[in-house]
């Protein structure tokens, strides 16, 4: 999905950077990308997957720590942790949502 994103993304910036119909046609174009963007489907698709990102980043760090925790130089184990530190309160907040 990622990949198709930036695909999509690339031929738009493409298109509008490539095109000769002038401002009219990008105003257009922008105007149709903010009308996808705040498509109550696309801001939910988004946060979700935002959500799944900050999961297996925590669970990356946990696994690296527990593997790596006592090899790891102090300063990667220090952000490390800060990381993890940070993601808490995302998670604790019961709802699964960031405060956007």
Known sequence: MRHRLTFITGLAVGY???TRAGKER???LRNA???IMQNPA???AAESAAQNSRQVASKAADSVDSRFGDRLPEAVAERVRALR???APAAADGWGSSAT
């Open 26 to 28: 990008y105003e257009q």
């Open 16 to 18: 509008v950077l490539g």
């Open 42 to 44: 696309v801001r939910n």
């Open 85 to 87: 530190d940070q993601q």
């Open 33 to 35: 990308a903010r009308q």
